[in-house]
């Protein structure tokens, strides 16, 4: 009897320890990846930053951060562990990632965004975005967002974006080419102001050569269908492009766009010189002046518009047990005022080459101060001329995942043809690694 109470007793205290365990909910994990390489002191300090805010505003207070590192091979044990995780139902419940990350022969944890979509792995948000706290999502750019969305609802909320833009001083150029402008159209405008904005031959001089006219991604615009594993271009289209491409900057070092006025191109970002406030006098960006009017003009598609590159985003893990916090999150980074004043935007999110997705940021802030993104602000007129361009954008894509493979084929390309060799085989290669891709 004596040995069957304690037997008893036994159980009751295991499953009291259970009950107790069930009672504490594991801490909400967050996960983020922002390649903060040399820097990574000073990018934990400001997640840290993040993380407090949410426990002051009546979010989660137990809050475990999982900052993936920079350094390749550290780097690559942590992704195998939560991808590992992931897999078997587990892993953290909040992801914050920066779609560069893992660029420069390092891993990324999710290569191309579109694929973890169409398999589940991302929580969908609807429902949980119609009782946001924080976040005006009418005031974040439709044509973006729907990136992050497909049949079973809003799974990626895309952080920053950007996009090519060519900017010329309205002084010298007023032409405004609309939506419906094409790729062709560029190529064949006779005053040139479009080619050379299709030439992405000039750029900052710490862009690397390998993307130095490139840019096919925004050519050839909406790239695959992730659902049916399918591309929406033949290789015979990706061989023209190149072809087109190539031509063009040959025809731009030739001289034959000499006479097209002063321009200069860069990915519209945070923090670019022409956008500087503090430079009024300084002769920046081959002779634009910041309190200049200027007429912008970005890279259209083959279907006509403007694609923009998604550089950053948040998800929720389809595997949470407290999706409620893990939105709460994620509500908050896309907040007016965490978008226009956060270090974590200014110095990780945009990776300093993007621009946030609130639609009213860029324009100069009333409350300006010294940690205010829009310490980079537009003046009015060429605000209002950004937004026309902006309003352009048909669809977004993710950094990262295919068009790396343009980059590498682009350059191999322009060495082939600069030694006066075939480089169809060169296009027949990638294209074929970029149908792999997509089909894994």
Not at 168 to 185: C, L
Not at 283 to 310: F, K, L, N
């Amino acid at each position: 009897m004596k040995k069957t109470l304690c037997i008893l007793l036994a159980v009751l205290m295991i499953i009291g320890l259970f009950s107790g365990c069930a009672g504490e909910p594991d801490p909400l994990r967050i996960c983020v990846d922002v390649d903060a390489v040399n820097y990574q002191r000073t990018c934990d300090s400001t997640v840290q930053e993040f993380v407090e805010a949410l426990g002051m505003l009546g979010g989660p207070t137990d809050v475990e951060l999982d900052i993936i590192p920079a350094e390749a091979s550290a780097r690559g044990s942590a992704i195998q562990r939560i991808r590992t995780e992931i897999m078997s139902g587990q892993g953290p419940d909040v992801f914050i990632v920066l779609c560069s990350a893992g660029l420069n022969g390092c891993e990324s944890l999710f290569p191309i965004p579109e694929k973890i979509m169409e398999n589940n792995l991302f929580l969908p948000l609807d429902e949980y975005m119609e009782d946001a706290q924080f976040t005006d999502w009418n005031k974040q750019i439709k044509a973006v967002m729907e990136a992050g969305r497909n049949e079973y609802g809003q799974q990626i909320i895309p952080l920053t974006y950007t996009m090519p833009i060519t900017f010329y001083r309205a002084s010298d150029v007023s032409e405004k080419p609309g939506k419906e402008t094409t790729w062709q159209d560029m190529l064949s405008d006779e005053t040139g102001v479009l080619a050379t904005a299709g030439t992405w031959y000039h750029m900052d001089e710490n862009v690397s050569a390998l993307y130095t006219g490139a840019y096919l991604e925004y050519i050839l615009g909406n790239l695959a269908d992730y659902e049916n594993e399918e591309l929406l271009f033949t290789e015979e289209e990706l061989y023209q492009r190149t072809t087109e491409v190539l031509e063009l900057k040959e025809a731009y070092e030739d001289g034959q766009y000499a006479d097209v006025p002063t321009h200069f191109q860069t990915r519209m970002r945070i923090g670019y010189q022409n956008i500087e406030p503090d430079d009024w006098t300084k002769d920046v960006c081959r002779g634009i002046y910041h309190h200049e009017p200027q007429t912008m003009i970005p890279i259209y598609s083959d279907d006509g518009g403007v694609t923009a590159t998604i550089m950053s985003f948040a998800a929720v893990n389809a595997n949470t047990k407290r999706p409620e916090d893990a939105f709460f999150a994620v509500d908050y980074l896309m907040s007016t005022s965490y978008q226009r004043y956060s270090e974590l935007y200014a110095h990780w999110l945009t990776g300093m080459d993007a621009i946030p997705m609130q639609t009213d940021l860029l324009q100069e802030d009333p409350d300006f101060n010294e940690f205010s993104v829009e310490r980079w602000y537009l003046k009015q007129e060429n605000y209002e001329e950004f937004v026309r361009v902006r309003e352009q954008i048909t669809h977004a894509r993710f950094n990262g995942g295919l068009d790396e493979g343009f980059g590498m084929m682009m350059f191999e390309c322009r060495k082939a043809r600069d030694q006066g060799e075939d480089y169809a085989p060169i296009v027949a290669e990638c294209y074929n690694t970029l149908k792999q891709m997509i089909a894994e």
